[in-house]
């Protein structure tokens, strides 16, 4: 028997470990993309955060110095207050009728302006030169008390009052550049959240968007392609576009939809040899029935055609009496009643060791009868040193028969030749070689590069499947055999198998 077209257990588990084995390049499973999705957000979170962090820090140091700034005003406008007060005072006592009094109490005001100003001498050093002159008339007015002292002491709080002035500017100043900076932080911050969060939600929503609507399509095409391979689709596999599960569900697929085209044509073979092996067996007994109900007749005509020969012999027959011609043609027709019981009785599937010219030979006398070869001229070329080789019988009659059919077309196709067929069988490279070869129309390129492929045909509807080149080669490689096609077109064509004389022939 032949192949068997059912899959089987064995066949699943062969499609399991194929879908298992994985080739060669970077497979990520959905579960382990979906880990990576989220580390990405929480690196992109934390690298966020980090940079709004560091300008949190900045606004931070910005805002310390601010305060140290305010601070600094503060203690400036006392101190120019202070000032102020003793700048009146001086004058107060400068034109009191009696100024004695008032010296003390101005010397010690200043010695409280001295103390405060102590307190600019880091922020502003050159504050030192202005303390060091109110300490020496301080002095000097104590130890000489006069209103020249008091001019002068007068004359060093204009100056401090100018370096004052000259430094309130400047942390002014700097209270302006600092606000400024802290302006900017701060847009700068609420820029990075904004800019962050909307980059965030922009790309790593748009590629969430983007995996799952991909992961959709390829569900969907994946899910119409299940179908229509259950419902008979044999075309172009589902083109893998991923390396995830559901890749590996596509080559599933596409691994099922090859392994049932596969089954399909052994199937086919299987049935179009059942239906070879039961044409031939319906014809088998139809000839043998008829060659029997011939036979008989035929037997009893013979007998009375040697009783006539032998009276004719006697000379007691006139002479028209002719039996031998009664003979040729009854010898005639047992001659083709046997052909037809050689050739249709039943042909072995079995691999076994089998005459080849004998087989070439019968199968074209019985060919010969087909109304295609009624006007072919079929001619032998056999190899008489050609050995016994082991095949299936059935197999290589089913391969020459179709062959055979194939010449006959194609010389129809070609009117314009006297149609010619030719069978030689040779013994080359340890193989016996089978050749039809004919004058029909031939084929180009395009026919011979396709004519293997099953279902291809240039015959009308109803005429020709294109089964038939597609079975001969399964058959012939199947038996460890080749085939091949040698044609032109208008100049014929030249068909060739093999049959291995080590034959590994299988009944599969
Ligand atoms: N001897 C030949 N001469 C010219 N063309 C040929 C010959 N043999 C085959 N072909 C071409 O190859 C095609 C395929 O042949 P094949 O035997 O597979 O199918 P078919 O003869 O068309 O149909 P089927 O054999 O199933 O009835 C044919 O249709 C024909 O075009
Ligand atoms: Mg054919």
Same mark, same amino acid.
């Given at each position: 028997m032949t192949g068997n077209p059912v899959l089987t257990v064995a066949d699943g588990a062969r499609i399991e470990r194929d879908a298992s084995h994985t080739p060669a390049q970077l497979r990520l499973s959905v579960r382990a993309k979906g880990m990576i999705a989220f580390v990405v957000i929480v690196l992109y979170t934390m690298m966020v955060g980090l940079i709004v962090a560091q300008e949190r820090q900045q606004l931070f140091a910005t805002v310390q110095e601010l305060e140290r700034v305010h601070d600094l005003e503060e203690t400036l406008a006392k101190i120019n207050t202070s000032v102020a007060h003793a700048i009146l005072k001086e004058q107060e006592i400068f034109y009191a009728p009696d100024p004695q009094p008032g010296y003390e109490a101005l010397a010690l005001d200043i010695e409280a302006i001295q103390a405060g100003l102590e307190g600019l001498k880091r922020p502003y050093p050159k504050i030192e030169g202005a303390i060091a002159r109110l300490g020496r008339n301080v002095a000097s007015l104590r130890a000489v008390p006069t209103r020249a002292a008091l001019a002068e002491l007068r004359a060093s709080l204009y100056d401090l009052v100018a370096e004052l002035d000259a430094f309130t500017r400047q942390v002014g100043s700097r209270r302006s550049v600092l606000s400024e900076g802290y302006r900017l932080i701060y847009d700068a911050i609420t820029l990075t959240v904004i800019i962050g969060g909307v980059i965030g939600v922009v790309v790593l929503g748009g590629l969430t968007t983007l995996f799952f609507s991909r992961l959709a399509r390829d569900l969907r095409r994946l899910e119409s392609r299940a179908l229509a391979v259950v419902t008979g689709y044999r075309d172009d596999p589902l083109?893998?576009? %991923?390396?995830d599960e559901i890749g590996s569900l596509m080559e599933s697929v596409n691994r099922m939809q090859s392994a049932l085209r596969d089954h399909e044509k052994q199937l086919e073979i299987t049935r179009q040899q059942r239906f070879h092996q039961d044409k031939m067996a319906a014809i088998g007994s139809l000839a043998a029935a008829i060659a029997h109900e011939i036979n008989n007749p035929i037997a009893a005509i013979h007998g009375v055609a040697e009783a006539m020969d032998e009276i004719r012999r006697s000379h %007691? !027959?006139?002479?028209? !009496?002719?039996p031998t011609l009664i003979l040729e043609q009854t010898g005639r027709i047992t001659q083709i009643t046997r052909q037809m019981s050689e050739m249709t009785s039943p042909l072995s599937a079995e691999p076994q060791l089998i005459d080849i010219n004998g087989l070439v030979r019968n199968t074209c006398n019985f060919v010969a009868y087909d109304r295609r070869f009624r006007n072919v001229k079929l001619t032998l070329d056999l190899d008489g040193q050609a050995p016994a080789a082991v095949a299936c019988a059935d197999h290589v009659a089913q391969i020459l028969m179709n062959l055979l059919i194939n010449s006959a077309d194609a010389t129809e196709a070609a009117a314009e030749r006297a149609p010619e067929v030719r069978v030689a069988t040779a013994t080359r490279n340890g193989s016996i070689e089978i050749t039809v070869s004919d004058n029909g129309c031939g084929m180009d390129a395009g026919t011979r590069e396709r004519a *293997? +492929? +099953? #279902? *291809?045909? #240039?015959?009308p509807a109803g005429k020709g499947s294109g089964l038939g080149l597609f079975i001969c080669k399964s058959l012939v490689e199947r038996s460890g055999g080749s085939i091949k096609l040698k044609s032109e077109p208008g100049s014929g064509t030249r068909a060739t198998f093999t049959i291995p004389l080590e034959s590994r022939a299988t009944t599969t």
């Open positions: 083109e893998v576009t %991923r390396h %007691r !027959c006139p002479g028209l !009496c002719q *293997f +492929e +099953e #279902t *291809f045909t #240039t015959k």
